[in-house]
């Protein structure tokens, strides 16, 4: 199931900076977008998510932005903390009943001071 | 802050055996999730559950699989008899509303089927 991908395994970035972190999907019926956050042993722990009726949602250090036309959605992170430093998983819903989340293979991200 | 709490953290069991995995969703949630994770993998959605019955399920989640809410508080997964395959991290998640925005996960129970 390649309805979203995540093309960078990994992200190195200096404390900070900005991490940016980039989701592809190819089903235009997804309504709403999700990103987690995963830290080692430990479950999936929602950040921030965006309806497709939008093109941005801002939330302190997150922003995510969706460009539907071109079926890609990002997550900004700035400035970035080595706190920060987990992987990270964008997932779908498509519309309608108890959908379920579809999830992209992740982004590990590494913060250093 | 509420939390979905999943018991056990981690769970070997011979391949063939049943297994039951545990799970207490938030208390004001309505609506329960089981994910799995393959090391390695994506996490993979397995089933939804709503007002004591299955409202989705995937092509993973097939007769070896049950879900069961028994009381008030847990819901449970069950795998009637155990593959090397079906070796995963199990994520429960809930939420409050329709649609799975927002939902919490658990920490999640490692499976090892040896």
């Known amino acids: 199931d390649q309805q979203v991908k995540q093309n960078s395994p990994s992200l190195s970035v200096q404390e900070g900076r900005i991490s940016i972190l980039n989701c592809d999907y190819t089903?235009?019926?997804?309504?709403?977008f999700l990103w987690y956050k995963k830290y080692p042993a430990e479950g999936p722990t929602f950040l921030i998510s965006i309806s497709s009726i939008k093109d941005k949602n801002e939330d302190g250090r997150f922003t995510v932005f969706l460009n539907k036309s071109a079926k890609h959605l990002s997550l900004h992170i700035v400035p970035s903390q080595p706190g920060d430093s987990a992987v990270y998983f964008c997932?779908?819903?498509?519309?309608?009943?108890?959908?379920?989340?579809?999830f992209g293979a992740g982004t590990r991200l590494a913060v250093h001071p | 802050e509420p939390e979905v709490t999943q018991t056990p953290s981690h769970q070997v069991t011979q391949m063939g055996q049943e297994v039951i995995l545990r799970c207490v969703p938030i208390?004001?949630?309505?609506?329960f999730y089981w994910y799995r994770q393959i090391l390695g993998q994506k996490v993979e959605f397995l089933v939804s559950?709503?007002?004591?019955?299955?409202?989705?399920k995937s092509e993973i989640f097939d007769d070896q699989f049950s879900v069961e809410r028994p009381d008030g508080s847990n819901f449970t997964l069950k795998i009637r008899s155990t593959k090397l395959e079906d070796s995963a991290m199990y994520f429960c998640a809930s939420s409050e509303r329709q649609g799975q925005t927002e939902a919490f996960f658990g920490q999640g129970t490692r499976l090892t089927v040896v």
């Open positions: 559950f709503y007002n004591n019955e299955i409202s989705e």
């Open positions: 089903n235009s019926m997804f309504d709403y």
């Open positions: 208390s004001n949630h309505l609506y």
């Open positions: 997932a779908a819903r498509g519309s309608g009943g108890y959908n379920k989340l579809i």
